[in-house]
């Protein structure tokens, strides 16, 4: 059994990317069994205290209304996170997502077996898509690694 | 006949970011002697296959979609899809519901990015019609905290247009650590007998919901009719149901006090109020108007806050 590699890149995120989509296509050839991805971010955690705070503030007086005063307790909301989840999509659709803070993850897809998120199917060749959901993003730039491997069948 | 079943319906597994395996969750719901749960994971259906493998507990298999503009909840229908497809969510929302779906609106106040990410409902709506329910009361303070309180008064607001649309309780239930309330969820109005997904879809979807903090609290007309019925204008009398049985065994270090009743109709008005020591209440109730019976009382240190209340009647 050996592994190729079918993808590997570096993508920078920033303030601006938050709420958006980032997609990554890569090409599966024919004869692979199993896709491994691995994934990680950073920073996670926005340390500037201040800059918190703003966005805190902000994100108060947006979504609390005129009740954005009753929230005095802003160190409770700390610290403010990045959110950058990965999502899968197959030349046959939707395959799931992993939602979930982690900013270090491996998955595994296969038709025996995916990793929570994902669903389990074959390995079709041709067009698949990652695509990272950018749903928070606190920090000036954020770094995101991916790797995804293809195990060759036989 | 009908009965009414304890149900949670937001879950969150391993397989987005809760706490729970499948098996896990399960087995806590049924700890909680709830007899059904909706399973919601963010973005995903991949915990379905491990659903599919219970007998006992009645599992209603959906998707919470986490978006960057809210969270909506969708049960019962193969159909799933990317958010980040949704271009217009009008047409996402009957296409749910064209391929059998139902839609929750999810914790609609709560606060969004970055805190809690997409968590405030930013979409706006305008085919109401389409949506079957709404978490009035959701997470770790399951009463009248401000976010609740807020979505409560959507709910009547959506109800005084003329929708029909369900309330619901939803934990948001992610893992057994931190939970407070651990009697409240949502009653679904069933056909009697073993419960399924199944049944549990048509009684959100025929608005048959009762929301709680604990105590089972509901009513019936003298002639039958329930929660999310229509009955006729005129005198009609409403035998109240308040059971502690369930909640006294959960919410053991709990201390409830029930004050009154409210009969609560259009514009959020209380048109009749009782102690909540009342067996039965008689009303004379208008045409067009909906009617939602609501329990107030103390819970614990919260004092005079909404403990219980009831999916809407209508009158035709
Ligand atoms: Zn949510
Ligand atoms: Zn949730």
């Not at chain 1, 958006?20 to 199993?34: M, Y």
């Not at chain 2, 706490?19 to 049924?30: C, D, H, M, N, R």
């Amino acid at each position: 059994m050996s592994k190729i590699i079918l993808k590997k890149t570096v993508t920078h995120l920033r303030p601006e990317d938050e709420k958006s989509v980032r997609i990554i296509p890569f090409n599966v050839p024919e004869g692979i069994n199993k896709l491994f991805i691995t994934y990680s971010y950073a920073p996670k955690i926005l340390e500037d205290k201040e800059k918190s705070y703003e966005l805190i503030k902000e994100n108060l007086i947006r979504d609390a209304g005129d009740e954005w005063t009753e929230y005095s307790d802003y160190e409770e909301f700390m610290p403010l996170k990045n959110l950058v989840t990965l999502a899968l999509n197959s030349p046959e659709g939707y395959c799931g997502a992993a939602h979930r803070q982690a900013d270090s993850q491996y998955h595994e897809i296969g038709e025996a077996f995916s990793s929570p998120g994902f669903v389990r199917g074959k390995i079709t060749e041709g067009q698949w898509d990652l695509k990272l959901h950018v749903h928070a993003l606190v920090t000036d730039v954020c770094t995101c690694d991916i790797k995804v491997e293809g195990e060759v069948a036989g | 006949m009908k009965k009414w079943y304890p149900c949670e319906l937001h879950c969150h597994t391993l397989h987005s970011d809760g706490g729970f395996t499948v098996e896990g969750l399960i087995s806590a719901a049924k700890s909680r002697k709830l007899s059904g749960i909706c399973l919601t994971d963010h973005n995903t259906v991949s915990g379905w296959e491990e659903a599919d493998k219970e007998k006992e507990l009645a599992v209603l298999k959906g998707i919470e979609y986490t978006t960057f503009d809210g969270h909506m909840l969708c049960l019962g229908t193969e159909k799933i899809i990317d958010f980040t497809d949704i271009s217009n969510i009008d047409c996402t929302v009957k296409d749910f519901r064209e391929n059998g779906g139902l839609i929750g609106i999810a914790h609609p106040f709560q606060l969004g990015t970055p805190i809690c990410t997409g968590g405030h409902w930013d979409y706006k709506i305008t085919k109401w019609e389409n949506v079957n329910y709404i978490e009035v009361f959701s997470e770790g303070c399951p009463y009248l905290n401000t976010p609740n309180k807020k979505a409560r008064a959507l709910w009547h607001s959506l109800l005084d247009k003329g929708y029909r649309i369900a309330p619901s309780m939803g934990r948001d239930w992610h893992r057994i650590e931190g939970d407070v309330n651990l009697a409240a969820c949502t009653y679904l109005c069933c056909e009697e007998g073993q419960l399924t997904g199944d049944k549990m879809k048509s009684a959100i979807r025929d608005g048959r919901t009762a929301v709680t903090t604990g105590p089972f609290f509901t009513f019936e007309t003298a002639d039958g009719f329930t929660v999310g019925d229509e009955i006729s204008e005129g005198e009609n009398i409403i035998e109240i149901t308040l059971d502690t049985v369930r909640q006294k065994k959960i919410a053991t270090t709990q201390n409830f006090c029930f004050k009154e009743i409210r009969l609560v109709s259009n514009g959020s008005k209380a048109v009749k109020v009782i102690p909540a020591t009342e067996k039965n209440l008689t009303f004379n109730f208008e045409k067009g108007q909906w009617y939602s019976l609501e329990l107030w009382g103390d819970i614990d240190e919260k004092t005079d806050t909404l403990l219980a209340f009831t999916g809407a009647i209508y009158v035709k």
